[in-house]
């Protein structure tokens, strides 16, 4: 532990290290000395926006008041800010009632009326705007101001400036001056000119630019009768800049990085947009939520996408989108032209340099985080092992930087995580938008993360250099124009609309202990019916010494049925924990929607041994009935043959399927799950007896045909270790029966399965036999018949079922269903499942919160109630009972249909006497749910579930009453 802890801690200290690299040191300024002398300075309030002005409390505020704000740390001054215009503001300071106006171009008139400071505040620029929404100019087409009046502030120099150039380009307009901002705004906003002169400084998102020169310097100037002014600031300013010579630019971004500016695009421009066909990005695919891959919709999604979409509305330009490959894939890619953007590219780390592309400017910032295991023993150190994602240079350079060398590299950051969790690497760098999305789940149990804005960077778009150089300043002008708050919307809704969804391995990890125990329960369950069973056929009037014999056999018969069902029950769930296994490792949507239904397939199989297992009576008793349907012959094999495919390949022995005169590309009328039941069982016996490179061959033939009924003859023949012939001839087929013998003393023995089996295959009027001798192998033989069903029956069927579904989709449409379930996931289960087909739910969580819930609603403001049994504070059976009792005329009609996982005879009964209207057995079969209520609400019968008629309904009400 305490070498985790060592490790841990170098670790973070060598990030504050780095940290510190880039963050200034402050000298001891002058409010930190007792002998400054307070004094008041007075400072021209022009009102200009996001430079000097009031903020919404009427407080001075904006980049001159920072600015004056850092001085004053070394003059001691405060500041009295009083509004006057920029003309007003020049006179004063000339006649020393002012002392300080900032923001003032120089020029040598003015120099010989008041003081200039020694350092500029900032480089300005001269742009001419005109409302945002005017798209009526090319950029910098100084033609189409022939004539034109253009608005421009009393006193300011930006007016001869501007004439040089339209002079030059041969253009006459007419300049009309205004005292303050508001009003030069204004005057704009009327039409009364066409365009207004301002310093970048001045220009806010309700203008766009289409013209812009002289960048110049920009001083405080100040009372040229109170030299010690100028002195001060003059002194204050070297401190601040030896400090850190970058605080004006840090101010600056500060106050306008943030601010949109819409620039007019050129002609040549505009040109370029109309006619550019469509641009391909490539996207990366795993970097939710900013980019990334979504396999539901097939679509690229993602923050940057969502910029891109946002470009295009401005341009006009349409974009498609790739996936983003490798670093050699992404070069080959932009010099073949098939790619001309690459989304994000973070800037610096040589990139420019590496791919064939231009950066425009920065349009996202974000930082990296670093997951790393927890269960690392060692100090980091050089000889660490990196995990880094293929082809992002900027965090091969941070590890270098960092002074690691050992790197290993993946295809996805996903791959990168599980590396860490496997212990494969100690720490890898992820994007920190990307961290919950990569690391938050449940069985990456070894992976913490480490989050820092030390790793802050910036990322642009990265344009192929064989593009035209218009893409990249038309792409910066588009990001321009963008406003903060847009922007601030578009990544809200990329962090909070894109919630990862739980996966199976997820539900698994985070419910391991639930799990346990349920499986402890079922065996519990399991055990107790054995037990029950095995007293009920030994139960006799037998003398002392018998009767103890006779709990020596159920015990006995205990430990053999818990060998059986784990042996009937294993198949399918090692088909199913398989497929999951290999799903979790699959990208392909083909392959992993095909692994989906070989899961369900196997879990229905599964179902139905447990169902068929905890009604063993039935089979017995010769209650238990088929379920004829039509299936496919090919299906049905292929289905057999993969459930116990896996284990097969485990183990080294080869299935082999082979036919001899049978049609297997047909359709026949059978049971599927009972006929699966009888195959499994027999297949899974000859795979688990055959020795690793044996064979196990199933082998269809059919010997005739009467009619549309052929007659087939199936065998499975396996290599294995075989049985006696006492065995076969007094045993085999009866109910927990197995060989004692040593050869047989290392397997799991098959009794109940082959029971089952046989009498199954005698309910469908066929004949099952064996031959077999140790050492040498084992068939089985069975003799059955198979109806054909021609195509056309099929597809009446169908239309019949399709049909029927289409009606009870229709009548469930708008249906306001009150859900009552104590179990959170079953009830999302049943919700979505409701809201599928068009149902509103309304979910409660036990029986006494439903009585409430129906109590308190509008008469026949529910359509039906979904009740589950076993729920706290109050159960289903009594809510049911005292909804019915309610004094209201919709309590006692409103059907109200059981959900549970009680699923004996005895519990329908139950359920109908306490006056629900049909059981629907757990887990949910959406179908048969939907259908169930549909008939409710009909009024009529359901096939498939036990319900009560008008006549019996209104009998149970008055007996309640």
Known sequence: MKKKMRRITAFLMLCVMISTISIPTYAQTADDSTDVKHETVRVAMLQYPNFIDYDTYGNPSGFSCDYLDEIARYTGWTYQYIPVSFTEAQKMLEEGTLDIVPGTQYTEERAERYDYCETSMVVDSNVLCVPVDNMDFYYNDFKALEGKSIGVMTGSIRKDQFSRILDEAGVSVNFVEFDTDAEEKAALKSGTVCAILMTMLRCTSDYRIIASANPTDVYFTCNPKNPSIKEKIDAAQQEILSENPYYGLQLAQKHYGSVPRAYAFSEEERKYMESCPPVTVAISTDMKPTEYYDSKTNTFRGLVVDYFEKISKITGIQFQYVARGDKKEIIHALEDGTVQIIATITEGANVERTYPLTLTDSYLQTSVSLAYNKNMTDALDTDSCIALKNGFLYYKDLAEKQGYTNFVYYDTFAECVDAVNKGEADVTYLPNFSVSSLTGHAYLQNVKVFSSEITNYQCAIGVANQCDSKLVSILDKALASIPESEKET????????????????????????????????????????????ALHRNRTNRKLEEAMATVEQANAAKADFMSRMSHDMRTPMNGILGLTELSECESDVTVLTDNMKKIKQSGQYLLCLINDTLDFQKIETGRLKLEPQIVSTRELVTDVIQMIQIDAEKKGVDVQMLTEGANLDGLVRVDPVRMKQVFINLLSNAVKFTPSGGSVKICFKCTGHTGNIAHDIITVTDTGIGMSRDFIENHIFQPFSQEHSDIVANY?????????????????????????????????????????????????????????????????????ILLAEDQPMNAEIARRLLERVGCTVEWVSDGQKCLDCFEASEANQFDTILMDIRMPNMDGITAARMIRNLPRPDAAKIPIIAMTANAYDSDVKKCLEAGMNAHIAKPIEPQKMYETIAAQNQGCMHDDSMVLNQSEIFGQVKRWK
Do not use: P, W
């Not at 065996?523 to 054995?530: D, H, K």
């Open 490 to 533: 578009m990544l809200l809704n990329a962090v909070s609309g894109n919630r990862d969804e739980k996966t199976f391995k997820d539900i698994y990890y985070e419910n391991q202990t639930t799990i346990l125990y349920l499986i402890i329960l079922v065996s519990v369950l399991i055990g107790a019916l054995g037990i029950s069973l």
């Open 748 to 816: 799991s023995g098959s009794g109940l399965g082959l029971s089952i089996a046989k009498r199954l295959v005698e309910m469908m009027n066929g004949s099952i036999a064996v031959e077999s001798e140790l050492g040498k192998g084992t068939t089985f033989t069975v003799k059955i018949d198979f109806e054909n069903v021609a195509e056309s029956e099929v597809e009446n069927v169908s239309r019949q079922t399709e049909m029927k579904h289409q009606q009870t989709e229709e009548l469930l449409k708008k249906m306001h």
